[in-house]
């Protein structure tokens, strides 16, 4: 038979047609498109730089926006402190620890107020997305719970670094205080752990307050009575022994007399050695805090329900 009675088979349009079109590159490139991945397979692995960096941003513009409410007035605050008590009791050249009495609480009211703005900072962080009910907002995002974590205490030790700063500044124009540093791996160690702590402890407190009312008990009721009898005016050595044992049992004592180290160069911690095993301790005291914070935010303990 005639090859001619059997013409050869052709591709019919239609098959053409159904072909997929990611398979064709593109006109003028030179690679094919990728394909979308299959569903449950992550697309983002490792560490979410991109949105961390959003997160932090986000937090840093919303204490910058109000910078004279959260920056400049803890500023004035404690220079007031730093005033009552300079002329309350720091007359006739009193000294403690060999240098004068304004310089001796100056840096422990740095500290103080660097604790309290990183609390303030991230306990806020939280529950005002609870209470105006954008929660979603920081929920729904690709972010892991350390990733949320590691973005709000970021932001609450931003914070509270330039709280220390204006407090700092505000703090060497009055007379008779000197902020020399003699150990400054002390002073950036304790007031880096010291911001740490109280953004943890802030953030666990936003997690479980369910209204303003709830955070305001925590701040006045332990932050507050911590931060001021935590040896930020006075030595414990002038304490009862029952009173020294209960100030050497607060974490913030070690965290403002460290911190007061680092510019006197000694500290009613002890010696040298005693301040290193200190630092070691505050330490580990974050550590174990950041466990627990980061377990309570992966449980999603009133945040999901």
């Not at 398979?23 to 394909?35: C, E, H, L, M, N």
């Not at 409410?69 to 403690?96: H, K, S, Y």
């Not at 105006?132 to 972010?143: N, R, V």
């Not at 205490?153 to 003699?182: E, Y």
């Amino acid at each position: 038979m005639s090859e001619q009675a059997f013409p050869p088979e052709k591709t019919s349009d239609l098959s053409v047609a159904q072909k997929p079109q990611h398979d064709k590159p593109a006109q003028g490139s030179t690679t094919p498109p990728k394909p979308f991945p299959q569903r449950g397979v992550p697309i983002i692995t490792g560490i979410n730089r991109v949105g961390l960096a959003a997160l932090y941003m986000k937090e840093v513009r919303r204490f910058l926006k109000v910078q004279t409410q959260t920056i400049w007035a803890p500023a004035v605050t404690t220079l007031l402190f730093l005033v009552i008590f300079t002329v309350a009791l720091g007359r006739e050249g009193r000294m403690v620890l060999g240098v004068p009495f304004a310089s001796f609480v100056a840096p422990g009211l740095i500290m103080m107020g660097m604790m309290q703005n990183a609390f303030a900072n991230s306990s806020f962080s939280l529950l005002a997305g609870k209470m105006q009910g954008t929660i979603i907002d920081l929920l729904m995002p690709p972010l892991s719970p350390g990733e949320l974590m590691a973005g709000i205490v970021m932001a609450a030790v931003t914070r509270a670094i330039g709280v220390g700063l204006a407090v700092a500044l505000a703090m060497v124009l009055w007379p008779g205080v000197s902020l020399a540093m003699a150990e400054p791996w002390a002073v950036l160690w304790f007031g880096l752990m010291g911001s740490v702590m109280l953004a943890l402890i802030g953030l666990a407190t936003s997690v479980w307050a369910e209204k303003f009312d709830h955070n305001a008990a925590v701040t006045n009721f332990v932050i507050a009575p911590l931060s001021l009898l935590s040896g930020t005016f006075y030595v414990i050595d002038n304490l009862a022994p029952a009173f020294q044992a209960v100030s050497r049992a607060n974490p913030f004592f070690y965290v403002i007399s460290g911190f007061r180290y680092g510019f006197l160069g000694q500290s009613d911690i002890g010696s040298a050695g005693a301040v290193w095993t200190a630092a070691l301790g505050v330490g580990l005291f974050n550590g174990v805090l950041a466990v627990a914070v980061y377990a309570l935010l992966r449980s999603g303990w009133k945040l999901k329900n």
